[in-house]
């Protein structure tokens, strides 16, 4: 390891509403690969974009290379030597591998690009990469995999001096994780500085050589890993103290109904081999980190995207469990079954739409009254719902886009409330919105399953899962890791499923 | 999210060049009259302005947009241009550059609606098409010279005429021209910035932007050479249009835009090549010429180019929606 | 301004509309004072509201379409093919003029299916759908009608001539009522029946609405099928006002409706439609259309100032639905 070549001190940056980044500590020396570690929402992806120009900081300093800088967009960044190798690809399907290597700064020979210069130095650059992709090749035409490898490679043709890393082995093979590793190292010896963010374990003591641990905005500390343990690390992740006391033992009764049987349910990479019950009045957590696969499980048992295989059985009115076959939402929701979408503005409501509207959306043939909408009846049902759910809002007439997010997501659950779902997935309930909304939907959600309704919450907040969960299911990479009642599971132990280990 | 199409791009050119081959062969089987020389000289003659207009908006297409405007744009600027060198005595040759001149401008313009402004392209181009109907029905009927008149050389350039009347013998150069442009454009397409940024933004306009590129300006570009496209159709129209008629023209944009289709360009953008549009153009003006000749009433082609541009997207999003389910 | 806005009467009836309405009345005043007598005003209205019958059930049905965030601009073909169609078949094949109203509708419903089938269920872009419409609506009034004209019947035909009652019964215009009519059902069914609800929720945002239960695809093509059906309809006005249709026409009629339809409020985003203000925009681009004849200015001017205008009014919606987010 060499000198520092980058150092951020004192980073501070809020977004409305939410501190994202706290007094935030963070250095890379040359030379080095430094890990940046920490939850869902710690605030890792915030601060490299901080750094990469895509925010701006509200307070703090950079100094980069022995001078205090400030990058105003990625373009400054990647001129000065500062690239970011992002998680969502942005590459250009149509164009070959080559091609979006060079994209905006291609070669000329006279009138003509020089694509054959481009191969040749695609070529060139796999080759000291030691990767194996054809750089003629369409680029949609490849793995998502070896497309992250391009995106790589691109980082690394535009002579960076700091390259960040975030979650770099996400879709990576065994094999391709092994060649990333030789060329991370490579990289670090010719004095590059690397971030790598990721949450897997065995990488980062695998690769680095020191780790940095952020938790809810804030900076806890930094280890060098070969002197640390995957215990250490982890309770930096999650040492924090819970003011609410997490739930002590689950509210099912052991002899509650099966409502919802979910098995080998196979749905792509995400989604592998799935099963799990759900019985009646309990709040069935999923946990796990992003891109675990929770979602897409959802979505795919919702429905909504479509499966390769997988059986459901759901309990009817009758009481009697059933398979059923679900292939579109309209199927899911005739068996009793809500989804409120983790992107509450783009798919749970219909933000340009009144609370009236939004609210009968999955009941319309519970309002019509001949040909003609009950309006009466609409409005009815809705202002019951705004009351009994506290919805804060003039009227019921409100258009959503105009309520907070908190109200926003009452106003989705007043939805499959009108609908009288018995089973109803959150996902991320509470993502968005402050503390006092948050209480909110907490007590509506043990309420409802007080009530007999029966709730799988996807979170990814640790505080939420513990609070509010009587049983709680692990997913890591779209296998089913863990399956823990409320009485057994700590942070710890969540966490130790939750993040890939090599066996 | 990228496309996972296969690209089985060279596979559907062929084929359609087989289709061309194929059609070809069962119409001059079918009908005498078909197999004349003369015949193939007259679909060569009217295939002219309908490739040129086709490879002017394959660029439109392959960004994912369209160009409505160049079918009225096209009689509008021969309009204009017979009325240059008949009402005010203007040299042929510069009103051959009027035209071009007026492509470029009405392409411009769209380029400024649809790049900058945002509009949508089908709007965008609906609008264009009106006004420059609407500015070519403000112009008499014109025809340009013909041949034995006086500036009537431009007719040379589609169709050489050596010696004069009946037994003149004429041969079709013009499609000389047009298969040096094919392959000028689909070099272009291919090799140059401008192609390769036109393609970039037709299949993730966002990841180009935040490459560097300066998509605003691509994006006009692309309208800018489409209308140049129509400029030089209009002059090939004129050629073969003993009076151009105002008021007329809607409805010739869609045997090139159908043509394009057929060629294999993406139906959302993407992905397109100019040697497709030319091998699609061929299917359209096959099936529009030789039609009549086994007996199908002129108009049923309407209605069949109609039908075979739903095919042809139909093929293209049966493709992707196969090729993203593996 | 703000103020203005707040003023319960203003919001019952919407500052667009009431905004429309003095624009049309103040076009009426201005043609009026600046042509004079060349504008004279029981002429001007008549001819105003001919051009209205048949543009507006134009303009109902394609503001049903862009409220699903579609497009559909083989509306003018269409329109000309039902005519010509359903006339042909009565005046050569003998079939009585009352089937042939009821088959122009129907020919219009077919395309309406055709165009939102493929929309909605095989995924078309609609813009490419509408092109390959336009031309088998055009080709298909050619084949069918062997590129001959068609008259329906004038009012002096003695045994058909109530056919024409659906525009005036002795000077009195019966087609304003029909078309108000049918305009107030169009409203009902889209602010306050379930179809309309779904129509509007799926224009604004149909993954949503897809992921409440409800079969998106379905009722888009609904949408398709409600405009081909009123296409139908303004073809039964067209000929009953201007008799005779040829084939191969239709273009300009397309502009026109989507001008009346964007100026009205509706947006092309999807999702927010104003009947009312469609009805208003209707008026507006026919008195427009009368204004510019009686300028002496001939089609070709139409056109462009059309053409203009659609721009103008789109580029007003976009850049409002800019500034909004």
């Given at each position: ?23 935030v500590n963070f250095e890379v020396k040359r030379g ?472 | ?151 009537g050389w431009f007719h040379s350039i589609f169709k ?167 | ?175 304003i009522l029909i078309f108000l009519t049918v305009a ?142």
């Amino acid at each position: 390891m060499g000198e520092v070549i980058l150092t951020m001190k004192d980073i501070d940056k809020s977004f409305p509403g939410v501190h994202a980044l706290d007094h935030v500590n963070f250095e890379v020396k040359r030379g080095e690969v430094h890990a940046l570690m920490g939850e869902n929402g710690a605030g890792k992806s915030t601060l490299m974009k901080v750094l990469t120009g895509i925010y701006q900081k509200d307070s703090g300093s950079i100094v980069y290379k022995g001078k205090e800088t400030e990058f105003h967009n990625t373009r400054e960044a990647q001129d000065a030597g500062v690239v970011i190798v992002h998680q969502e690809l942005n590459m250009v399907g149509d164009l070959t591998v080559a091609q979006n290597i060079f994209i905006g700064r291609e070669p000329k020979k006279g009138f003509r690009i020089d694509d054959k210069k481009m191969i040749e130095e695609s070529k060139k650059l796999f080759q000291e990469l030691n990767i194996e992709i054809d750089p003629r090749e369409k680029m949609h035409n490849l793995t998502v995999g070896k497309q992250q490898m391009c995106e790589i490679a691109k980082a690394i043709s535009h002579k960076a001096e700091v390259i960040i890393f975030d979650e770099p082995s996400a879709a990576l093979t065994e094999k391709e994780i092994a060649d990333l590793f030789v060329i991370i190292r490579d990289l670090r010896e010719k004095g590059l500085g690397i971030v790598y963010i990721s949450h897997r374990m065995d990488e980062i003591k695998v690769i680095t050589d020191r780790v940095t641990v952020m938790r809810d905005g804030g900076y806890v500390g930094t280890l060098i890993t070969k002197d640390s343990t995957k215990e250490d690390i982890i309770n930096m992740m999650v040492g924090r103290v819970i003011y609410e006391d997490p739930k002590q033992h689950s509210m099912v009764a052991p002899d509650a109904p099966v409502v919802l049987k979910v098995e080998h349910l196979n749905a792509g990479k995400m989604v592998q081999d799935v099963s799990f019950e759900l019985r009646k009045g309990e709040i069935l957590g999923f946990s796990g980190l992003m891109g675990a696969g929770r979602t897409e499980t959802a979505r795919a048992l919702f429905g909504a995207d479509p499966k390769q295989s997988g059986k459901i059985s759901v309990m009817g009115k009758d009481g009697q469990l059933r398979e059923v076959t679900i292939n579109s939402p309209q199927d899911a929701v005739k068996y009793g079954i809500g989804y409120l979408s983790e992107d509450r503005r783009r798919y749970g409501c219909v933000v340009q739409k009144s609370c009236i509207e939004n609210t009968t959306l999955a009941t319309m043939e519970q309002f019509t009254k001949g040909f003609l909408i009950d309006s009466a009846k609409e409005k009815e049902v809705t202002e019951k719902y705004i009351k009994e759910l506290a919805t804060k809002t003039p009227t019921a007439d409100q258009l959503v886009v105009n309520l907070s997010g908190g109200n926003q997501q009452k106003v989705v659950i007043a939805k499959w409330l009108t609908r009288d779902s018995d089973i109803l997935i959150f996902d991320e309930p509470t993502r968005g919105i402050d503390v006092g909304a948050k209480n909110e939907i907490y007590k509506l959600m043990n309420k409802l399953a007080a009530e007999g309704k029966s709730i799988i919450m996807i979170s990814s907040e640790m505080t939420e899962v513990l609070r509010m969960s009587d049983r709680i299911i692990i997913m890591c990479e779209g296998k089913v890791t863990g399956n823990i009642d409320i009485s057994e599971a700590t942070q710890e132990n969540i966490m130790d499923k939750a993040t890939r280990s090599i066996d | 999210m990228t496309k996972k199409k296969k690209s089985i791009l060279s596979d559907q050119r062929f084929i359609v060049l087989l289709v061309v081959i194929a059609l070809t062969a069962i119409f001059s089987f079918m009908s005498k009259e078909f197999r004349q020389y003369n015949t193939m000289l007259s679909l060569l003659d009217f295939s002219y302005y309908d490739l040129l207009m086709a490879i002017g908006v394959t660029f439109p297409l392959i960004t994912g947009g369209v160009d409505l405007s160049i079918g009225t744009g096209m009689v509008c600027y021969a309009l204009i241009g017979g009325t240059l060198i008949r009402s005010h005595g203007i040299p042929v040759i510069v009103a051959m550059l009027v035209c071009v001149l007026l492509g470029v401008l009405i392409g411009t313009l769209n380029g400024v609606l649809i790049g900058v402004m945002n509009l949508p392209p089908f709007l965008a181009t609906l609008c264009t098409c009106m006004i420059t109907r609407g500015a070519g029905s403000l112009c008499t009927a014109t025809p340009w010279p013909g041949l034995t008149q006086e500036g009537g050389w431009f007719h040379s350039i589609f169709k050489l005429t050596i010696g004069t009347g009946r037994s003149a013998d004429r041969y079709p150069i013009g499609f000389l021209w047009m298969v040096i442009l094919v392959l000028l454009m689909e070099f272009v397409l291919n090799h140059t910035k401008f192609g390769r940024y036109t393609i970039a933004i037709g299949s993730n306009k966002e990841a180009a932007a935040l490459s560097g590129i300066n998509v605003k300006f691509y994006h006009v570009m692309v309208y800018v050479v489409c209308g140049l496209f129509t400029g030089l159709a209009a002059i090939a129209y004129a050629a073969v249009t003993p009076t151009v008629q105002p008021g007329t023209g809607a409805g010739l944009e869609m045997d090139a835009i159908g043509g394009v289709f057929v060629g294999g360009v993406a139906a959302t953008g993407g992905y397109g090549s100019v040697l497709g549009t030319f091998v699609g153009i061929f299917v359209i003006m096959l099936l529009k010429t030789g039609l009549p000749y086994i007996g199908l009433q002129a108009n049923w082609q309407q209605i069949i180019t109609g039908l075979v541009l739903i095919v042809a997207v139909l093929i293209d999003i049966i493709k992707e929606k196969k090729a993203a389910a593996l | 301004m703000e103020k203005l806005k707040q003023n319960p009467i203003v919001k019952k009836l919407g500052l667009n509309r009431i905004l429309l309405v003095g624009i049309l009345i103040l076009m009426f005043a201005v043609f009026k004072v600046v042509l004079g007598s060349k504008f004279p005003v029981g002429d001007s209205i008549k001819s105003t509201l001919n051009y209205v019958y048949f543009l507006g059930f134009l303009s109902l049905g394609v503001t049903f379409v862009i409220a699903t965030g579609g497009i559909d601009f083989s509306i003018g073909p269409v329109m000309f093919c039902c005519a010509l169609v359903s006339g042909y078949c009565m005046t050569s094949y003998g079939v009585p003029c009352a089937v042939a109203m009821v088959l122009c509708v129907l020919i219009g419903l077919c395309f309406g299916t055709f165009n939102g089938w493929l929309v909605s269920y095989m995924s078309v872009p609609p813009f490419i759908v509408s092109m390959a419409s336009m031309n088998i609506a055009k080709g298909l009034a050619s084949v069918f009608t062997k590129t001959q004209s068609v008259s329906w019947p004038l009012s002096s035909d003695p045994v058909n001539g109530w056919f024409r009652n659906i525009v005036s019964v002795n000077g009195f215009p019966v087609g304003i009522l029909i078309f108000l009519t049918v305009a107030v059902i169009c409203g009902i069914v889209l602010y306050r029946t379930k179809p309309g609800r779904y129509i509007l929720c799926l224009g604004s945002n149909s993954e949503a609405v897809r992921l409440s239960g409800v079969n998106t695809r379905k009722w888009r093509m609904l949408a398709y099928m409600i405009c081909g059906s009123l296409v139908g309809i303004a073809a039964l006005f067209f000929v009953a006002t201007y008799t005779t249709v040829q084939p191969g026409y239709g273009d300009q009629y397309n502009n026109e409706a989507i001008a009346g339809c964007v100026m009205g409020g509706t947006s092309m985003v999807g999702g927010l439609a104003s009947i009312g203000g469609t009805v208003i925009g209707v008026f507006i681009i026919s008195l427009l259309q009368q204004g510019i004849m009686a300028f002496g200015l001939g089609k070709g001017q139409q056109m462009i100032i059309t053409g203009i205008i659609v721009i103008v009014a789109v580029y007003a919606d976009v850049s409002a639905r800019r500034r909004k987010n």
